[in-house]
């Protein structure tokens, strides 16, 4: 039943006939739990709150259904003007993005136009952009873009899947640029040819890729509501004597709270990754994917 519903979840986030009806009625039946709202306004807001406890964030304009260069456009526009309201407001956050939304599927130069107007934006504030990875389909050129991103830029950043059977030379080809990664297990449905499809799996070549990139010392961003996996990361750092200025934790809004908080009380640096924008669909369907009890949530919400 789990895996039913993990399957129908995922189908249902790429549907654009889905997707258009989840814009019209809006944030209603629990997503307003996981995406910090629709507007600019309301996700500072959100940071302000999360800042005002220890927590830093990293906000992401979401867009997943972009299918012109006039979308691409504005979508890029989005994540200029979201930088621009965190230097004003003050607050502590990071920017994050997804590179098909900039137009990645349309053209490569386009991508690669918006990401660099993005980037001259974020350094012109000291700040730092971090490229969110997609499905296996994109890894490839996500990966060659951001290599490419590097030679002139120092302020972005890439994130890297546990899952996938590729991600431990990824990790070795990316040491060369001393790469500021954040790493993940995976959230999207890819094929047993390419990922790991048992979970033991994916959790043995998470640890395994957080201890290579914390030995690399290189900053490390592990993100994950797992807290075994965390209470690793925990012990590793100790043991190997890494200093907490090294890494941090990261976690997505509105799920473990306490956790996240508990973390912070003990003098780690926690991220939390908070969406926003009327392209919510996509994002809320994979968190309804990821853990069975977020559909419990919903449905109670439903009925209430």
Known sequence: MELMMRNMFQSLGKSRTANRLAKKYGLRFGAARFVAGETIAQSIAAVHALNQDGRVATLDHLGEFVFSEEEALESAAMCMQTLDAIAESGVTSNLSLKMTSLGLDISRDLCISNMRRILDRARLYDNFVRIDMEDFAHCQISLDIYRELRQDYDNVGIVIQAYLFRTMQDIDDLDVLAANLRLVKGAYKESPQVAFPEKSDVDE???????????????????????????????????????????????LYGICEELQKQLVKEGYRVRVYVPYGVDWFGYFMRRLAERPANVWFVLKNMFK
């Open 205 to 251: 070549n998470y640890k395994k890729i957080i201890q290579k990139h914390l030995l690399n010392a290189h900053y490390t961003a592990i993100a994950s509501h797992d807290e075994a996996i965390i209470q690793f990361t925990k012990q590793f750092v100790h043991d190997q004597q890494i200093p907490n200025q090294q890494f941090e934790f990261q976690m």
